[in-house]
Nanobody
Framework: QVQLVESGGGLVQAGGSLRLSCAAS????????MGWFRQAPGKEREFVAA????????KYADSVKGRFTISRDNAKNTVYLQMNSLKLEDTAVYYC????WGLGTSEISEYDAWGQGTLVTVSS
C-alpha cells in the first residue's frame, strides 16, 4: 500500500496562488498515476487533475483548466498542484490519490490510496 501526505494548503485571497505537494511512500511511485480531488463543505468529492505515471499526459476538470497545473517529480516521489488565479469556489479540502493502473483517470473508483487532505481557503 502507498502512503500519501499532502501539504501546502492554507488561506489565500482570491486571485492568489498556492502550490500543494503530495509525498508518497511505500510503493513504487513512478508506476502510479496520481490525481488531485477536492471536497467542499456539503458537496461530494470531485476530480481536479490527474497525471500519468510518466508525467507525459495530464487531465483537468473544466473548472480549473488554465488555472491549475499538475506535475510530478518521480525522483522525489512527489506530485504537485500549482493553483493560480484562485477563486472563492476553489475553497475545499484537497486530496491526492494514487491510481495503480497508471492511466490518470478522473474516476474516483480507480484510485486505491488517499491522503488525509489539506484545506485550501480562498477569501475575498
Amino acid at each position: 500500500q502507498v502512503q500519501l501526505v499532502e501539504s501546502g494548503g492554507g488561506l489565500v485571497q482570491a486571485g492568489g496562488s498556492l502550490r500543494l505537494s503530495c509525498a508518497a511512500s511505500g510503493r513504487t511511485f513512478s508506476t502510479l498515476a496520481m490525481g488531485w480531488f477536492r471536497q467542499a463543505p456539503g458537496k461530494e468529492r470531485e476530480f481536479v487533475a490527474a497525471i500519468t505515471w510518466s508525467g507525459r499526459s495530464t487531465k483537468y476538470a473544466d473548472s480549473v483548466k488554465g488555472r491549475f497545473t499538475i506535475s510530478r517529480d518521480n525522483a522525489k516521489n512527489t506530485v504537485y498542484l500549482q493553483m493560480n488565479s484562485l477563486k472563492l469556489e476553489d475553497t475545499a479540502v484537497y486530496y491526492c490519490a494514487a491510481d495503480p493502473w497508471g492511466l490518470g483517470t478522473s474516476e474516483i473508483s480507480e484510485y486505491d490510496a488517499w491522503g488525509q487532505g489539506t484545506l485550501v481557503t480562498v477569501s475575498s
